[in-house]
């Protein structure tokens, strides 16, 4: 699966499109999902949208994250850095902002975007969600925009997740889920893997990953199912999901 998402994403890296296919991971329908009817990342900078929107997220997690002036952000999957650079206007000079990729062609287009931004309190990691090269209680905000689904052990994830959090640091995450378990025969499906859908969780399962993690205050923030059914025989929706590291924000 590592392999397919890799080559997947790496090529996306390099062409200006973005994920495509019948159940693509940005779906413009489902990339507004916070201002229903309205473009994406609407309220965000649009410099930074314009430059660094390859279409790709499912949802708006900055919006959520309650992110303030120097603090430390770690975005997982950052992808081309879009919610790093909209983050980083936010934590300002005194803060800064870790994007997490295990693809080098993302990686090298986040730093194109960086120095065309100039947002010099950003940084690109290369690595994996499920062994984060980052110390423990390190960070105050973890985002993640439609990747968390891509990942095989999602338990790890949220426990690498919970490792790097402050005391009273929390998490905003958009990701897919899903009703229900996804039937073997798509969930082995590399290129549906890769597209956003085969990993994706039944939703409840999901919660319950979190709140084993050790998270408190786990919350549905927004929950967007497309108008459209589509061709498979489950549903497929994102949602975005927060949750807080002990005391609570
Ligand atoms: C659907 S894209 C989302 C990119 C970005 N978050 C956005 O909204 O534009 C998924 C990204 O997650 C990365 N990724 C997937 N699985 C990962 C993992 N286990 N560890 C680190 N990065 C991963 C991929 O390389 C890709 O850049």
């Known amino acids: 699966m590592k392999t397919e998402i890799r080559e997947r994403y790496g090529s996306i890296a390099k062409t200006e499109g973005s994920c495509c296919g019948p159940t693509c991971c940005g779906q413009d329908d489902v990339a507004e999902l916070e201002t229903p009817g309205r473009p994406a990342y609407e309220g965000h900078d649009q410099d ?14 900055v919006r959520f994250s309650g992110i303030e002036e120097g603090m430390t952000v770690l975005d997982l999957g950052a992808g081309g850095g879009i919610d790093v650079f909209l983050s980083a206007k936010q934590v300002g000079s005194t803060g800064r902002v870790i994007g997490l990729d295990m693809t080098d062609e993302m ?20 690595g994996e969600i499920e062994n984060i090269p980052l110390p423990a209680r390190s960070v105050d905000r973890v985002i993640s925009n439609c990747v968390i689904n891509l990942v095989p052990d999602k338990e ?12 009273g640091g929390a998490f905003v995450i958009s990701d897919i889920v899903t009703d229900g378990t996804i039937p073997d025969l798509y969930r082995e499906d590399p290129f549906l893997w890769s597209g956003c859908v085969a990993g994706a969780m039944d939703k409840a399962a999901y919660l319950e990953t979190i709140q084993k993690a050790g ?7 927004t929950e967007k199912r497309t108008s459209d059914p589509g061709t498979l025989p489950f549903s497929v929706y994102s949602v975005t999901v927060t949750g807080v590291r002990g005391e609570g924000l």
Do not use: M, S, Y
């Open 48 to 61: 930074v949208v314009e430059t660094t929107n390859q279409g790709l997220g499912c949802g708006d997690p």
């Open 107 to 126: 990686l090298e287009r986040a730093e194109t975007n960086r120095k065309k931004l100039g947002l010099w309190n950003t940084v690109f990691l290369k």
């Open 156 to 167: 790890k994830a949220f426990r690498e997740i919970h490792r790097v959090l402050r005391e």
């Open 215 to 221: 998270f408190g205050d786990v919350r549905v923030l």
